[in-house]
């Protein structure tokens, strides 16, 4: 499950966290080594429009503090 359908869901289950993985990519869809994570709390008025807006703001900035940690080593693949 990938894109809105995730945060459709997330809401529909009353999901209270949601969260992003960043993962290396391989021959499979979503099944390559995981290399960070975190979660994100989900609002009591979130819809999945609101959701994925504010999902998308953290992945951009979540997203480049992975690439600092790889390029530090501080996360080694």
Known sequence: MYGKNVHEAVIQNKDKITGIT????????????IINQCSINV?????AESLGKRVLVEEHKFLVETLVKISNNDIVI
């Open 43 to 47: 609002l009591e008025n979130d819809s």
């Open 22 to 33: 960043i993962h290396l990519v391989d021959d499979e869809y979503d099944t390559g080594k």
